[in-house]
């Protein structure tokens, strides 16, 4: 059994990341939908009002509740695959709950890109930086994600990927963290940037 989480800024290389892991044979856990549903079972447009309903998760139930509602969908997937991968860990709390849970089974990737990078990618995506995310600003989702402690959660990254080169580069990257932290999964967390 392994969890491997991913952290990172809008547009820095999370969904590729997951993309690759798919790709692998290894299932995904999005906290994002976690988020999505809930901002559907509200009557609200999940396009449109899904940081707002991601902060009032957190305030209504504490800074892990999307974390601790992701658990049993992690643990569903572990009963049929060694390993998952779960996408878009937003704080250092969020961290707290997948090592309480999973131990030395666990290993945060922090993907990292400059912010005009990000912005570049976003925009490639038909996404302005200026107005992503249902009209909310690059900058402005940012300032969000590090409102719920996402720096924290960075900094504690057992393993950095700078995501600026090509895709075919950033893509080997996420494969080889894939393969190492399967490998590993007898106890041994891989600690490099990669």
């Not at 999307?66 to 997937?77: G, H, N, T, Y």
């Not at 049929?80 to 704080?91: A, K, P, Q, T």
């Not at 090592?99 to 570049?120: H, K």
């Not at 996402?150 to 895709?167: K, S």
């Amino acid at each position: 059994m392994y969890v491997i989480g991913t952290v990172g800024l809008p547009g820095s290389g999370k969904g590729e990341a997951a993309r690759v892991a798919r790709e692998a044979g290894i299932p995904v856990v999005t906290m994002g939908d976690v988020v999505r549903q809930e901002t559907a079972d509200r009557g609200l447009d999940p396009s449109k009002d899904h940081g707002t309903v991601a902060q009032a998760l957190r305030e209504e139930n504490g800074p892990a509740a999307i974390a601790e509602r992701s658990l049993p969908m992690l643990e569903d997937r572990l009963e049929s695959h060694d390993s998952v991968l779960v996408d878009g860990i937003r704080s250092g709390i969020e961290v707290d709950v997948f090592e309480d849970r999973f131990g030395d089974a666990f290993t945060l990737v922090s993907i990292e890109a400059p912010f005009e990078t990000r912005a570049d990618r976003l925009s490639t995506r038909g996404r302005d930086a200026g107005e992503t995310d249902g009209g909310e600003s690059l900058a402005a989702r940012d300032d969000r994600e590090r409102g719920f402690g996402m720096d924290d959660a960075m900094a504690r990254a057992d393993v950095v990927i700078e995501n600026t080169d090509t895709l075919e580069t950033f893509r080997a990257r996420i494969e080889a963290v894939l393969e190492e932290a399967t490998v590993n999964s007898s106890g041994e967390t891989p600690e490099s940037e990669v």
